[in-house]
Structure formats: C-alpha cells, structure tokens
C-alpha cells in the first residue's frame, strides 16, 4: 500500500490510513454529505476509488521529493481518524498534486459523532500530516452554506482569520465527470465555496491558538 502513514496524537487521537473494512463506515459517513445526495451506488464507486489511490501511486518519499504532479503523479490518501478508545469517528482525503502543497480535500465526522470536536481533532492532525511530508502551503474548500454544520463553519472561519489564514478567495464548482467512473468528480450540485489558503506557519498558528491543542505532540509509525 503506498498510503501507510499513521499519526498518533498525545491526546489519544489517531489518524491511519482507509482500509477494506472501513466500508461500512465509509458507507455511513458519506450518505448525507451536503454536496448533492449519495446514492448507494456513488458511495460505493467513490469507495474503490479511493482505496485504488490509497494503493496506487505515491509514497512520503515522492512527497517530500515534491515527485508529484496533476497528470501522471497525482498522490490522494484516505485516512480514518479514531478517538483514544479505538472508536472511528472521521474521515480525511488529501491530495497532493503540486510541489510542497497539500489540498485537505474532504474532512468528515461521521453522524453519530458530530457536535464533539472531531473536526477539530481532524484540522490538527492534518497539521500533524504536513508536518511529516515537509509540506509548505496548504488549503481547502468549504461550503459557504452548508446545511448540515454551518455554525462549525462560520467558527472555523472566524478562527482562520484570526490565525492568518486567508478565506477570502471564492468560486462556484462545476460538474464534471470522472472519466473512469462515470460519475461527477467532485460533487452533484453547483456550489459556492470560499477558500483557505496560508502557509503551514499559519496552520500551526491555529494549533497554538487551541487551547485544548496547542501543547498535543505527534508521533509517527506506518502500517
């Protein structure tokens, strides 16, 4: 498997990577994701996807090599991010296609664990991620109206600024399909999205910034 990266917080947080027995969970997390709805069927095509590039191309060697491209180098991990007692909680997809750049795809809570500072914990441990692929600059896109966790959102945005994160750059997606699968690359509705963009100083500014983070260490190993 070329994904093997396995971070494991102080706090007991742990982020690995997807594997076959995740799908249920998998499954789960994605049936009500806010861009368009997820059939069983998209669910279950983006699920080969993603575990075909969690052992395609791509080790933390070619990243921090910057070995990585939008054409025929193009590196996207999956990762699961449990709590201290083992329990799957959410869900991380990352993508590095541009030398020293990591794009946080999608981070996700699964239903039953929302409202808890997952999506906190997930934030902080991709900080831990780009801290181990040398990474300089990192960004994501987020709904600018998501109706399933727009007052996350909105606080998220908030801390973002104050750490100096840039959220002021906008689009709208576009609908395009996946040539392979035959379904819409990214999502099934048009969508406004704003985007956070800053170096990794900034990011790690926001782990400062968390009291209940900013002092949680992290250690590595691989599976």
């Keep these: 498997m070329a994904c093997t990266t396995v971070i494991t917080a102080s706090n007991g947080y742990k982020w690995r990577p997807m594997k076959e027995s995740d799908y249920n969970f998998f499954m789960e997390i994605w049936k009500d994701f806010p861009q368009g709805i997820q059939s069983y069927e998209m669910r279950l095509k983006r699920f080969s996807e993603f575990m075909r590039c969690n052992e395609g191309y791509g080790t ?32 991380a997809i990352d993508v590095f296609e541009e030398p020293g750049y990591m ?11 929302r409202g808890q500072k997952h999506w906190t914990a997930i934030t902080m441990l991709t900080i ?21 966790n727009a007052a996350a959102i909105a606080d998220q945005k908030t801390k973002y600024t104050a750490a100096g994160i840039d959220t002021t750059r906008t689009d709208t997606t576009s609908v395009t399909m996946h040539p392979d699968l035959g379904i819409p690359a990214f999502n099934h509705e048009v969508v406004d999205m704003f985007k956070n963009l800053a170096p990794i100083s900034a990011y790690e500014t926001l782990k400062s910034n968390n009291s209940t983070w900013a002092d949680v260490t992290f250690t590595y190993s691989s599976t």
């Design 128 to 148: 831990g991620l780009a801290r181990r692929l040398e990474i300089t600059h990192g960004y994501s896109w987020m709904l600018s109206n998501n109706p399933i």
């Design 103 to 113: 794009f946080a795809k999608f981070n996700m809570v699964h239903p039953d664990h």
């Design 60 to 91: 933390e060697a070619n990243i921090i090599a910057d070995e990585v491209n939008t054409l025929d180098k193009s590196i996207t991990w999956t990762f699961i991010i449990e709590k201290a007692d083992g329990t799957p909680v959410g869900m």
